[in-house]
């Protein structure tokens, strides 16, 4: 192997990686890590999501308005997806409101499809990749934490930029979207029969980047001996 994402004569090999998890798991920024060691694309496919919340809260529309949820889904551009514009608290409740509606969620699948059909491959991070978006990914990683662990974390990284919050409306935020995931209909947050999990509960970021990679490497590996 002369390349992270392993050989197949001289032709380097396509790498599709879905990461799927519960709000604040770290998937996000295991995601960017692994995009980064192993040289491919990433999409965090949740400020699509958010760019659809945040249009709807931004021209002061409900955000069950569902017609205006789908045009805000159809000129969302993946190319220009502000993370920090789209990183606020209300932004997130709306988006785990809009991504109930399966019209939405078609608008951004195939737009996140697309993405992902790149000739290299790609890293997406979610909620359904592996199991709708990517169900033919060469990896699936399914990255999961106790709420408790998720909430503290999310409290460290508030303060970390210099903000304040309460561990307990942290975590009871954190209950909610999570029973939104699960309990939707269409696309529920579920891990894929054939994903590894990876409970980080008791793992650091390195730990859990280190352990992603093995799981990865192993694939990798299997694939060039085949
Ligand atoms: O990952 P995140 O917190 O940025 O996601 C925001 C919301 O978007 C989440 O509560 C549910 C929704 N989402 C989804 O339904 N499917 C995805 N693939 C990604 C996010």
Same mark, same amino acid.
């Given at each position: 192997?002369?390349?992270?994402?392993?050989?197949?004569?001289?032709?380097t #090999?396509? +790498? %599709?990686?879905?990461?799927? &998890?519960? /709000?604040?798991?770290g998937? =996000?920024?295991?995601?960017?890590? $692994?995009?980064d060691?192993?040289?491919?694309?990433?999409?965090? #496919?949740? +400020? %699509?999501?958010?760019?659809? &919340?945040? /249009?709807?809260?931004?021209? =002061?529309?409900?955000?069950?308005? $569902?017609?205006?949820?789908?045009?805000?889904?159809?000129?969302?551009?993946?190319?220009?997806?502000?993370?920090?514009?789209?990183?606020?608290?209300?932004?997130?409740?709306?988006?785990?409101?809009?991504?109930?509606?399966?019209?939405?969620?078609?608008?951004?699948?195939?737009?996140?499809r697309?993405?992902?059909a790149q000739?290299?491959?790609?890293?997406?991070?979610?909620?359904?990749?592996?199991?709708?978006v990517?169900?033919?990914?060469?990896?699936?990683l399914?990255v999961?934490?106790?709420?408790?662990?998720?909430?503290?974390?999310?409290?460290?990284?508030?303060?970390?930029?210099?903000?304040?919050?309460?561990?307990?409306?942290?975590?009871a935020?954190?209950?909610?979207?999570?029973?939104?995931?699960?309990?939707?209909?269409?696309?529920?947050?579920?891990?894929?029969s054939?994903?590894?999990?990876?409970?980080?509960?008791?793992?650091?970021?390195?730990?859990?980047?280190?352990?992603?990679?093995?799981?990865?490497?192993?694939?990798?590996?299997?694939?060039?001996?085949?």
């Open positions: 192997m002369n390349n992270r994402r392993g050989t197949r004569g001289s032709m #090999t396509r +790498l %599709t990686i879905a990461i799927d &998890g519960p /709000a604040a798991s998937k =996000g920024t295991l995601a960017r890590r $692994l995009a060691y192993y040289h491919l694309p990433h999409l965090d #496919t949740g +400020l %699509t999501y958010r760019a659809v &919340g945040h /249009a709807l809260l931004t021209h =002061g529309l409900p955000l069950d308005n $569902l017609s205006a949820a789908e045009t805000a889904a159809r000129q969302v551009n993946l190319a220009n997806l502000d993370r920090e514009l789209l990183s606020a608290h209300d932004v997130a409740e709306a988006a785990s409101k809009v991504a109930v509606y399966p019209t939405v969620r078609k608008i951004l699948v195939d737009k996140q697309a993405f992902a000739p290299g491959g790609a890293v997406l991070d979610g909620r359904d990749i592996g199991t709708v990517c169900p033919d990914a060469d990896v699936k399914y999961t934490a106790s709420p408790e662990v998720r909430a503290s974390r999310r409290l460290r990284d508030i303060q970390s930029r210099g903000g304040t919050a309460d561990l307990t409306e942290i975590l935020d954190i209950v909610r979207r999570d029973q939104r995931d699960v309990g939707r209909t269409d696309s529920p947050l579920r891990a894929a054939d994903a590894h999990l990876l409970d980080t509960s008791e793992m650091s970021i390195e730990a859990a980047f280190q352990a992603a990679r093995s799981i990865i490497d192993a694939v990798l590996a299997k694939r060039d001996e085949a």
